[in-house]
């Protein structure tokens, strides 16, 4: 498809799904110039301010907040929406998904009252659009669930993530990685109740789960590693946390994801973990880390 007189429309479309494999497999190095291929080329034919131009910046911003490059992803899904809304209108599935994705990044640099914003008009636009019990509707409600739990919210976020949780196993069953990821936010809910035994076992159900239906050195399944890690400092079981923190901090920056705030998150821990243990050395490590972290601007 690289070479004439093979058509250009699916030598991209070919790119797009391979960009879009290699970032839900967790290789967002590997996608990220595969995404910005097929946006320069989408330029080149369509222009500025078409919606294949606008699907690009989305899938490039996904690609760029899984990388811990939050402000260029935000700057990227907001062009997209600008786009989106210009061709479909506000209150359309397409313009709701891609506010759902900006919503998200927000999440990540901490806006969370605008994200919570998005999330909302976005959320009956989908249920209009595609159903109430459909992924998509999924999606959104699993981050307005992440907003009013960092928000404080914590019933607000307990139906949020139960109802999520319902669409997921209605449409995917019990054994998915979807399925896993309210198994996540299960085991977050419960941290934030101060019920430790209850979240180690959802994070513990969530590793084991992501393990078996993507793989044990799956991004996803590092990051519930380090949320696991995370449960087990609040119950003083530091050399099993220092494990978990280990192994999924190995996991996640082995892929690229370096600067994302679950790697800064997995340092923090770690330098609680060490210092519990009176290792010093191995503290100042990922102090220092952490130190070069807000130095960056991360």
Known sequence: QSTPPAEPADLLESLTYLSDTQHLAGHDLAAEPLAQRVLRVDRQIYGGRHPSVAEDLGNLGQIQEGLGRYQQAERNERESIAITEAWYGKDHTETALETVALAKTLVY????????????????????????????????????????????KIEEAEADFRRMAEIYRSVFGEKDAHTAVALLRY???????????????????????????LSPKNLKTGIARIELGGALIHEHRYFDAETQLLTGYQIVISQGHYSTLEAMDARSELVAVYDALNQPEKAAKFRAELAADVTAGK
Do not use: C, I, M
């Not at 914003?117 to 249920?127: H, I, S, V």
């Open 109 to 152: 640099e901490g806006k969370y009252a605008e994200a919570g914003n998005l999330l909302k008009p976005a959320l009956a636009t989908l249920e209009r659009g595609v159903g109430k019990t459909h992924p998509f509707v999924a999606v959104d409600l699993n981050w307005a669930g992440v907003v009013a739990l960092k928000q404080g």
């Open 187 to 213: 085991g977050e809910l419960s941290l934030a109740r101060k019920q430790y035994p209850q979240a180690e076992q959802f994070f513990r159900d969530s590793v084991q789960l992501f393990s078996e239906t």
